[in-house]
């Protein structure tokens, strides 16, 4: 048993955080939360304790929604929107992942920048190249952080070099399955990149994957208009966007991810309701490209699970912390657009997205309750001038003030995790 003194915060619920002034949370061997404790009980009195003094312990980032061999271009491009943006600077950066040297200096700079900012389980698009994808998760692997890594499809509205045929995306995605074989904190998961760059026959080939071997699934959805103009022109039998996927079984037939749905509303999110469909809300993306505003409010009124995405290199900061502050701020664009109709988020619900709701996607993660993995973060807030704010104001500080220099410690699944080599 491993014992953590801190000031501990965490939200079993949205609606707020549960704080511990000087509180003890007991790990187990399997790096499970046993309990969460004002005082220590009698039983574990005799325990060693690590004792963090006035930092605070909160549970650790989630990322769903991030493409790694976007890494090298994050902060750059931002004056296109999407369509141009892919096919100018995205699918020819994406394409050096052929070349698996290249691929290694860049995914070990950007598994140990995820490390570095507090995420530590990922959802990551790849590329279509097999070698360089299994290395992803290997990284992964090594450095004790939990990810899905997705072998993307796209034979279609593709560069020549970056296209994969409907027979190569199936042996290349069995061979990746069968190199995570026996694991379970890196994981595959099924990548169609979206509609417009696969064919029908590779979205059958991607639904009998799903279906075959039960792996979750990741994609984009109603990002843009002119993808969704451009969806309705090659799939005019589906009554919408996300219908295009549910036809072909990659809607919620398994565990499934789509990215931005800025655009959803009507028939598409009364099929997202139903089949429970995960929203990933990546809204620095979807400013850079000027895409639109998800309308979050509406999804978790409508019981649709939403969580939270840097979208690399769409988004420009790996930080999830960063997400936070702009799902806050366009939450309360939506509000002033709908004239008060859409109350905007509060930091925990916020907060919530980004550890128990995208967490849940991996299992029992992003919460300190009992039976949960112990993901956590220790954050050394002491230089952002903390004296008389209560801990949850020290917490909205360091979200909107802090970085990466602040936290002091990382866990994955109860296991401290170190920087890894670069």
């Avoid at 992003?366 to 952002?384: K, Q, R």
């Avoid at 008389?388 to 360091?398: F, I």
């Amino acid at each position: 048993m491993k014992i953590y003194r801190a000031n501990i915060l965490f939200t079993p619920t949205p609606k707020a955080f549960e704080v511990i002034e000087h509180g003890y949370v007991a790990v187990d061997e399997k790096g499970l939360v046993q309990g969460v404790y004002q005082q220590l009980p009698d039983s574990l009195q005799a325990e060693p304790v690590v004792d963090f003094g006035d930092k605070l312990l909160i549970p650790a980032m989630c990322d769903l929604h991030v493409h790694a061999p976007q890494y090298r271009n994050q902060g750059i491009a931002m004056d296109l929107e999407l369509l141009p943006w892919l096919n100018t600077y995205t699918f020819p950066e994406e394409s050096k992942y052929k070349d698996i040297r290249y691929a290694e200096k860049m995914y070990r700079r950007f598994v140990r920048d995820l490390w570095r900012v507090g995420t530590m389980r990922t959802v990551a698009f790849a590329t279509i190249h097999r070698e360089a994808s299994c290395l992803l998760a290997d990284l992964f692997k090594q450095a004790g952080m939990g990810a899905m890594v997705g072998l993307v499809g796209m034979n279609r509205n593709s560069p020549d070099t970056l296209s994969n045929s409907v027979d190569e995306m199936v042996r290349d995605q069995k061979a990746l399955i069968e190199h995570l074989q026996g694991q379970d904190l890196v994981r595959p998961i099924l990548t169609p990149r979206f509609v417009p760059s696969c064919t029908p026959e590779m979205l059958t080939a991607y639904g009998k994957l799903a279906k075959e071997y039960n792996l979750p699934v990741q994609s984009h959805l109603s990002e843009n208009r002119s993808e969704i103009a451009w969806v309705k022109e090659l799939e005019p039998e589906s009554t919408c966007y996300g219908d295009a996927y549910l036809r072909y079984g990659l809607f919620g037939q398994t565990p499934t991810l789509m990215a931005h749905c800025c655009y959803t509303a009507g028939e598409e999110l009364r099929l997202m309701k139903k089949h429970q469909v995960f929203v990933v809300h990546c809204p620095t993306s979807n400013c850079n490209l000027a895409s639109g505003m998800a309308p979050i409010r509406t999804f978790l009124n409508e019981g649709v699970p939403v969580a939270l995405g840097s979208d690399i290199s769409g988004g420009h900061h790996l930080s999830i912390f960063q997400v936070i502050q702009y799902t806050l701020q366009i939450s309360k664009l939506k509000y002033a657009d709908s004239q008060g109709q859409l109350p905007f988020l509060t930091l925990s619900e916020a907060f919530y997205l980004a550890t128990k709701s995208g967490g849940s996607f991996f299992g029992k993660v992003g919460s300190f309750e009992p039976g949960y993995e112990f993901d956590a973060l220790v954050i050394d807030d002491n230089d952002l001038h903390i004296d008389n704010y209560d801990l949850p104001h020290r917490l909205e500080r360091y979200t909107y003030l802090g970085d990466d220099r602040q936290i002091v410690k990382r866990f994955c699944r109860g296991q401290e995790v170190e920087e890894p080599r670069v």
